[in-house]
């Protein structure tokens, strides 16, 4: 099938210098932090790439590069084939892409009223005039079960998860095929979480959409996902099809992510004896050298300290550690 | 065994000018010493607010308007502030979300740590000093001779989190109330905190209660479960009945919409709808709207905890004489 999102050894690092006259006085340089770096995937129609990883690993950068908000400071993104910088330009293209975001409540403008806000992208790409408009509206505030009728509302007379439900209307009403979802449960409740899930799944399959989806949250990108992609400090250390990292995930971090849920089964047992769970992600801006996860590693020897690791293929997925290169893992 | 802390028919109100909300509705629970308690339930159930009302540290314009809180068979509800607060060092330690509200920015660590044991335990500057020390190894901070020098801010969070917890237990306390102590941090932190906590409440002997929303914390660190829906506690029992066998249709639902982790299903179950706003809690069972389950007496009277299966559960399913579901 042909791959909707491609990226192409990607990067994006962002200034952190202090200001120039700080900068002078305390003799310091400029510094900057690499908040992506080198990384690939793609995306086939109709599919699911999800990412996940702990909070500052890069997951949100990658979010906004993947629908062009920031430029790459190396590598391409490809939309169908057009890199992202040109494929931008064109209203044509960028109506066909959208994001959804974590916090519904602060997504949505609080002074204007549903049809509003959901008839946004319409009127801004031209889509469609007049009475039109309201009818596609009440169709779309239909197709992601709230009523046409809510319409005449504001954002503050919804639940959590009816406004996350008005940010999916919004983000559907351009009809694009690709859809950036960063964390879109991470702030509801588990039962409507359940409920937002079961219907992206739902539209997915009756709209053909393409989802780049992220979270921190291993349960949920299982039940999301088809192809995932582990980052740790900027980098993709895992990659390959969900089901087979979840059965055996192979690098070191995946493991110890996995190892670290709290596991409903553990009910009532005595509790889990948990292997190299340990340490915290040391600062982007000055990452260990070599592979950045040997600090944390088990596996860590005298390689891992001076050379990053490059990508092994094992089975049907990438990792990027020497232990699993050379069959310690 | 009696019980250490007991909680009975506790109400808590919030006057408006469109009339009294109830935010607690007679919760009663009980946790024996060294027992770990869970409280579970969605954003808004009142888990928060059970915690504070049994420290006494309940915000205005709420107030608890009927039920007791006992504290070894001794009242605490009505004590003045001043005994309440020397309560809550000595007896009951604290541990919220966020490390920053307990911990003060303009001292160390140390510091807090030393005048916490010599408050309430009446120790000399050195021995409260190498106590100090030695609590920040137990809580695993690295370098924890240096470290007891150093103020909040130059710890991370997780790190900080440690501390609270530190701070919390130091005095010794019988009981530690802790909201969310996991939910700001990181999976891998959130593993080890937790891991910490059960350790230590285990080595002490310390009861603990432990409010969160995540049903696989409550799964890890639990003894028993309290379910709360509405200010409401529906659901009453042992973490491995409450977590696999529940009885009350709401946990049931719970239960079911959290994706696993070991197995990929096509579709979650889900419970439609959401749980009621205060203002619009809907007479009889707070459930009754969104359950599968629902019949007649459901709708107008209220159901008590009574004995359900395993567990205890407000529910008129199983009420004598009913025909169980
Ligand atoms: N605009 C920015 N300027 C400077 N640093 C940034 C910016 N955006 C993100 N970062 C940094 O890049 C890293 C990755 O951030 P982010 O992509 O938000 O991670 P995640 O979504 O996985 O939590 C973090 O260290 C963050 O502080
Ligand atoms: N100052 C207040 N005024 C009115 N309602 C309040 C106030 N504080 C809390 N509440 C309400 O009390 C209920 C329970 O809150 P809380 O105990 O914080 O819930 P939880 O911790 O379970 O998420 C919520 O519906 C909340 O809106
Ligand atoms: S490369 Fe080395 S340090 Fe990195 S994860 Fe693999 S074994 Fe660990
Ligand atoms: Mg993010
Ligand atoms: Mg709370």
């Known amino acids: 099938m042909a791959d909707v999102l491609e990226a192409v050894k990607v990067s994006r690092s962002f200034d952190v210098s202090k200001p120039w006259l700080q900068r002078m006085l305390s003799r310091s340089g400029r510094r900057s932090l690499r908040a992506v770096d080198e990384v690939s995937f793609s995306i086939p129609k109709g599919t699911t790439l999800s990412l996940v990883g702990e909070s500052g690993c890069g997951k949100s950068t990658v979010a906004r590069l993947a629908v062009g908000l920031y430029p790459p400071s190396s590598g391409d993104i490809r939309f169908e084939g057009q890199s992202l910088s040109s494929a931008r330009a064109q209203p044509a293209l960028r109506r066909r892409m959208n994001m959804i975001f974590q916090d519904p409540y602060a997504s949505l403008n609080p002074r204007w009223r549903v049809q509003d806000i959901v008839a946004e992208p319409l009127r801004a790409f031209g889509m469609l005039r007049g009475s039109a408009v309201g009818d596609r509206v009440g169709?779309?505030?239909?197709?992601?079960?709230?009523?046409?009728?809510?319409?005449?509302k504001y954002p503050h007379e919804f639940s959590g998860g009816q406004r996350q439900r008005i940010s999916i209307a919004r983000a559907l009403s351009s009809e694009p095929d690709f859809l950036v979802c960063d964390e879109p449960t991470s702030a509801l409740d588990v039962s409507v979480q359940a409920q937002i899930l079961n219907l992206m799944r739902e539209l997915q399959t009756r709209l053909g959409l393409t989802y780049l989806?992220?979270?921190h949250n291993l349960s949920v990108i299982r039940h999301m996902s088809d192809r995932l992609g582990v980052m740790y400090l900027g980098r993709i250390v895992e990659h390959g099809p969900a089901e087979a990292?979840?059965?055996?995930?192979?690098?070191?971090?995946?493991?110890?992510?996995?190892?670290?849920?709290p596991d409903l089964d553990a009910a009532g047992g005595v509790g889990r004896v948990r292997a190299g769970v340990g340490g915290e992600v040391p600062s982007p801006i000055a990452p260990p050298p070599g592979c950045t996860f040997h600090p944390r590693c088990p596996l860590a020897n005298d390689r891992c300290r001076v050379e990053r690791p490059d990508y092994t293929?094992?089975?049907p997925v990438e990792v990027a550690c020497h232990a699993v290169e050379e069959g310690r893992g | 065994m009696s019980a250490l802390l007991d909680v009975q028919d506790l109400s808590v109100d919030f006057p408006t000018r469109r009339g009294r909300l109830h935010a607690l509705d007679r919760v009663s629970l009980s946790i024996q010493p060294g027992e770990i308690l869970g409280v579970v339930g969605e954003s808004g159930a009142g888990k928060s607010l059970t915690g504070a009302a049994i420290i006494g540290l309940l915000e205005p314009p709420g107030v608890i308007v009927g039920g007791q809180v006992s504290l070894e068979g001794r009242r605490i509800d009505k004590l003045p502030p001043e005994q309440m607060r020397r309560i809550r060092g000595r007896q009951i330690g604290a541990v919220f979300q966020d490390p920053l509200t307990t911990l003060n920015p303009l001292y160390t660590v140390g510091r807090q740590l030393v005048e916490t044991m010599q408050t309430h335990l009446g120790l000399s500057d050195r021995d409260a000093k190498a106590r100090a020390v030695q609590w920040l190894v137990d809580v695993g901070i690295p370098g924890a001779a240096e470290r007891v020098d150093a103020y909040p801010h130059e710890f991370s969070g997780g790190m900080r989190q440690r501390v609270v917890i530190a701070l919390a237990l130091c005095a010794e306390p019988k009981l530690v109330i802790a909201d969310e102590p996991t939910t700001a941090l990181d999976v891998s932190i959130q593993a080890q905190v937790i891991a910490l906590l059960r350790r230590l409440a285990r080595e002490h002997g310390t009861a603990v209660l432990l409010v969160t929303?995540?049903?696989?914390?409550?799964a890890e660190t639990c003894d028993r479960v309290a379910v709360m829906y509405a200010g409401r506690v529906i659901e009453v029992g042992s973490v491995a009945a409450v977590v696999h066998r529940p009885s009350h249709p709401y946990t049931?639902?719970?239960?079911a919409s959290i994706p696993a982790l070991r197995a990929r299903v096509d579709r979650l179950a889900q419970i439609d709808g959401a749980m009621p706003r205060l203002n619009a809690i809907p007479p009889g069972c707070a459930y009754n709207p969104r359950c599968p389950k629902v019949f007649e007496r459901c709708r107008h009277d209220r159901p008590n905890l009574m004995p359900a299966k395993e567990t205890q559960a407000a529910c008129w399913l199983y009420a004598e004489g009913a025909v169980h579901g």
């Open chain 1, 213 to 215: 989806f992220i979270s």
């Open chain 2, 252 to 255: 049931e639902g719970l239960m």
């Open chain 1, 139 to 152: 169709q779309l505030l239909s197709q992601v079960g709230l009523s046409p009728a809510d319409g005449a």
């Open chain 1, 313 to 315: 293929q094992a089975g």
């Open chain 2, 213 to 218: 929303h995540d049903m696989g914390v409550i």
């Open chain 1, 245 to 261: 990292i979840f059965t055996e995930p192979r690098h070191p971090y995946t493991r110890l992510l996995l190892d670290a849920i």
